[in-house]
């Protein structure tokens, strides 16, 4: 590609574009670092953290493919808790009321505080678990406003393939409960299991956090199924239990 070529992509002159690549420009600004970022589909930390001249040939084409760890969630990030008298983690609910100040204060020691509190019997030793209710249908046969108990997922590549997931996402967008897909170029499938709704994509740059499934309480009880509602329901809960269990 030709300087004009990309200057034209990056809507810069071709003049500060060869001040940028012969380093005559020794502190690019913010706007031309994110431009840089949103076309070649590299993180900001890994321009500015990274001498990616010196990078392998596979590490590069990890990158072209758009696994950059910064990208995709499996690098480090602070995950605020809580802890009980004893110096054991507590499961914080987040009430549907609170879904906009948890995306604004989802690491904020101080916001996870004030949320309720609650000790579980027989949760993993492992692992950081919170509640969350659910909306909608979309996940039938588990019912609508359901309290899904889920576990903090810190590397997004670990997920297997429609692993169900509730998913926090940026700015206006709800919280989600979905099969969670990672693909490639930094972009995730979300899935129903209701089949009324179809799947989608977000860029996984719109996701804050992910939290695994582990199980699920309702106070909904079940209507009575016919032979074939009760297998489609069986076949379900065995799929759910296997990923659980991969």
Known sequence: MSQEELSAELDFSRNKLQA?????TINPTAADLIKF???????????MKINISKLGELKLKELQ???????????????AITVDKNNKENVEYVPVKA???YRAGYNDPDYIAGLPKFSLPNLPKTGTFRIFPTTGDSMLPIPESSEVIAQYIQDWNSIKPDTPCIVILKGEQDFVFKLVTIQGEGKVLLKSLNSSYSPYTVNSEDILEVWKYYKHQTSTLPEAETDLQELKSLILDLGLRLHDKN
């Open 37 to 47: 970022s949103d076309y070649f589909k590299i993180s900001i930390d890994t321009l």
């Open 99 to 101: 879904k906009a100040g």
């Open 20 to 24: 940028l690549e012969s380093g005559k």
């Open 65 to 79: 493919a758009g696994n950059d760890v910064y990208i995709t969630g499996s690098q480090i990030r602070v995950l």
